[in-house]
């Protein structure tokens, strides 16, 4: 089993649209949980942080963390051209092996004018 | 501020050569890592340290290794270069389990 499991792309959806995005974890301890959008060429970078179980809102973005489920999600609502990227879950382990970053595969969404 | 900054960008080596990729940051972080992504697909972990002196494998360790004398440096070790060896990679850093991770430009190497 994977550690970070992303649900399989590529993703297209209508400018104006909501994008869903999943991601699932195998570490029962891990306790921080990120996503970072990778346009094409260039580095990761981080849009959003999520801790807690529930929802975290941040502009057009809105990332839910179930840890029952070991489950986390980012919506993208309003989609716009420029949000066409891979999106990146990212997990750190919990218990022995803190301090351990691992990303999913990663899911390449389109959004078409 | 430089932040994470990794040297060479691009490279090309031959099969059985060996190179060390570099890796430096100036904002003090405990934790840094180093990552391979190969075409489309996500960041696969290669080695981390949480601390000088304190290296662990990732994913993919093969063929790799690390040493973290220093805070600020992590360099990557390739020793007899393969094809599949192949990646663009990723060196990044972060202050702590719950805190952003910072990237460098990436360093893209192509064994041939």
């Known amino acids: 089993q994977k550690e970070v499991e992303q649900n399989s792309g590529p993703l297209s959806v209508p400018e104006g649209a909501i994008a869903s995005l999943n991601c699932t974890y195998s570490?029962?301890?891990?306790?921080?949980f990120f996503w970072y959008r990778q346009y094409s060429g260039k580095s990761p970078e981080l849009i959003m942080s999520?801790?807690?179980?529930g929802d975290k809102e941040d502009g057009r973005f809105t990332a839910q963390l179930n840890k029952a489920s070991q489950y986390v999600s980012l919506l993208i609502r309003d989609s716009q051209p420029s949000d066409s990227a891979t999106y990146l879950c990212a997990v750190f382990a919990g218990g022995t092996s803190y301090g351990k970053l691992t990303f999913g595969q990663g899911t390449i969404l389109t959004v078409h004018p | 501020n430089a932040g994470v900054t990794q040297t060479p960008k691009f490279r090309i080596l031959k099969i059985g050569q060996s190179m060390t990729l570099q890796c430096t940051q100036d904002?003090?972080?405990?934790?840094m890592y180093w990552y391979r992504q190969d075409p489309g697909m996500g960041l696969k972990l290669i080695y981390y340290s949480v601390g000088a002196g304190i290296t662990d494998k990732g994913e993919v360790p093969n063929g790799y290794n690390v040493s973290r004398s220093t805070t600020e440096d992590f360099p990557l070790r390739l020793e007899l270069a393969a094809p599949s060896q192949t990646s663009v990679y990723f060196c990044?850093?972060?202050?702590?389990?719950?805190?952003?991770?910072?990237f460098g430009q990436g360093t893209r190497l192509t064994v041939v």
């Open positions: 570490d029962r301890g891990s306790q921080s």
């Open positions: 990044a850093s972060s202050y702590a389990d719950s805190t952003e991770a910072f």
């Open positions: 904002m003090n972080h405990n934790y």
């Open positions: 999520i801790y807690s179980n």
